[in-house]
């Protein structure tokens, strides 16, 4: 099976703009997790998302969306780009749900300037 | 509070035996997991421990204790590829089913 694929790799934006980024789940796995990752800090949980719905969120702030599709492809969406939004950022599959083994893609490196 | 806690940095030997601990201060839980993330890279999963006591993997065991609040990753004949990070993570239902990580623990590999 193929791994869980992150679009893109890394990206600069400036300080204002919007950005999407894409993730691509394991064929069959229907939990889409997202991942904001700091040097020095641990993963923090964006949100998840399982059959189309959000299902849990983390504490980040209304400019950090997401959604999922009906073939599991999620994307996030971050408004009003600020400076600490820089970051990599993950998303993780598994087949039902964060108390299962996740799968993580490469990541999106963002860099806000 | 669901605070996690691991060694921010270790060094180690090539050959030898390092043990990686997390504490964690949470009235209940339904596993915790170790993920090895090498710089630059995803994050893999190691380990998943739901009842106390070692599970061997290899080189690599896991360790839970829901008493003490602990648990630790003991990596063995360590190598230079050994060198990560290691996350440990902490599933609790009553987080609904968020998994609360911690900082990670940046192992170095010297020959």
């Known amino acids: 099976k193929a791994g869980v694929t992150q679009t893109p790799r890394y990206l600069i934006k400036t300080r204002g703009q919007q950005v999407t980024l894409s993730c691509s789940p394991i064929s069959g796995h229907r939990s889409v997790s997202w991942y904001q990752q700091t040097p020095g800090q641990g993963l923090q949980f964006l949100f998840e998302y399982f059959s189309e719905t959000q299902r849990n969120k983390g504490n980040f702030p209304g400019r950090f969306s997401g959604r999922q599709f009906s073939n599991s492809r999620s994307e996030m969406n971050v408004s009003t780009l600020e400076l600490g939004d820089s970051a990599l950022y993950l998303c993780?599959?598994?087949?039902?749900?964060?108390?299962?083994?996740?799968?993580f893609g490469p990541g999106t490196r963002l860099l806000v300037l | 509070g669901q605070n996690i806690d691991q060694p921010t940095e270790m060094t180690a030997t090539e050959g030898a035996i390092v043990q990686i601990n997390c504490t964690y201060q949470t009235s209940g839980f339904n596993g915790l997991f170790w993920y090895q993330q090498h710089a630059g890279e995803a994050p893999t999963f190691l380990s998943y421990?739901?009842l106390d006591g070692l599970e061997e993997k290899g080189r690599f065991s896991s360790f839970l204790s829901r008493s003490k609040g602990y648990s630790y990753l003991l990596l063995k004949e360590l190598q230079m590829k050994d060198s990560a990070s290691y996350l440990c993570?902490?599933?609790?239902?009553?987080?609904?089913?968020?998994?609360?990580w911690g900082a990670g623990t940046k192992l170095i590999i010297k020959p």
């Open positions: 993780a599959s598994s087949s039902s749900g964060t108390q299962e083994t996740q799968y």
């Open positions: 421990n739901v």
């Open positions: 993570a902490l599933f609790h239902r009553d987080s609904n089913y968020q998994l609360i």
